[in-house]
């Protein structure tokens, strides 16, 4: 079984500042990792995702996350953040059963809030 | 092009009704997917169809049910409404195939309020 952790239920940021969204995962087999975004009233929409290759993976926005194998964790960082990130952000991770699907397990989410 | 059409977008049952929501993939797509999203416990899977046949399925009672169309088109039902079934019901459909690692592109959701 998977399950994912986030470990800030919220981060409050000043605009223009760099920002680190944590997530850890605990899986049996290995995995693929996704971050994406909810904003207000909306559904969500993928950031960026890990599959193999470049532990460094960019995504939309100007976000990008790290993949550590050894510490079983999916960082999303941007360098300077906007008022419009302000939205919840979910980690998630996807077994990866030999090419099998598996479904997405989401963590709580974190509310990103920036501040001017 | 279309991106995950879910209806209605909001809706009020009462408790002991029933009802179903609606959901149209991403053109070509064959995989969809339901999620249910509440503030306690965060996003957890119900099911997912593909070709017309559940593929897997969450830990939900079997008041919630969902179906696929030929066209890819789902719908899912839930019967015998209680409070705590109010949510937002997020759906998402994927390419076929079964690669773990294709994005899932979601629909805004049908918000469901149970009174």
């Known amino acids: 079984a998977q399950s994912v952790t986030q470990l800030d239920s919220q981060v409050p940021v000043f605009e223009e500042a760099p920002v680190e969204l944590r997530c850890n995962y605990s899986?049996?087999?290995?995995?693929?990792l996704f971050w994406y975004v909810q904003y207000p009233n909306q559904g969500l929409q993928l950031l960026l995702k890990?599959?193999?290759?470049?532990?460094l993976v960019k995504g939309i926005n100007g976000f990008e996350a790290e993949f550590n194998k050894s510490q079983t964790s999916f960082h999303l960082r941007k360098p300077s953040v906007h008022i419009s990130d302000t939205a919840e952000y979910f980690c998630?991770?996807?077994?990866?059963?030999?090419?099998?699907?598996?479904?997405?397990?989401f963590g709580k989410g974190t509310k990103l809030s920036v501040k001017p | 092009k279309a991106g995950v059409t879910q209806t209605p977008r909001y809706l009020i049952k009462t408790r002991g009704q029933q009802v179903t929501l609606s959901c149209s993939p991403i053109s070509g797509h064959r995989s969809v997917s339901w999620y249910q999203q509440t503030p306690g416990q965060g996003l957890q899977f119900l099911f997912e169809?593909?070709?017309?046949?559940?593929?897997n399925k969450g830990n939900f009672p079997g008041r919630f049910s969902g179906r696929q169309f030929s066209n890819s088109r789902s719908e899912m039902n839930v019967s015998t409404l209680e409070l705590g079934d109010s949510a937002l019901y997020l759906c998402a459909s994927s390419l076929a195939g079964r690669f773990s690692g294709n994005t899932i592109y979601f629909g805004e959701g049908s918000w469901l309020t149970v009174v």
């Open positions: 169809y593909f070709s017309e046949t559940q593929r």
């Open positions: 890990y599959l193999s290759g470049s532990t």
């Open positions: 998630a991770v996807r077994g990866n059963y030999g090419g099998s699907q598996g479904n997405l397990i």
């Open positions: 899986s049996s087999v290995s995995v693929y």
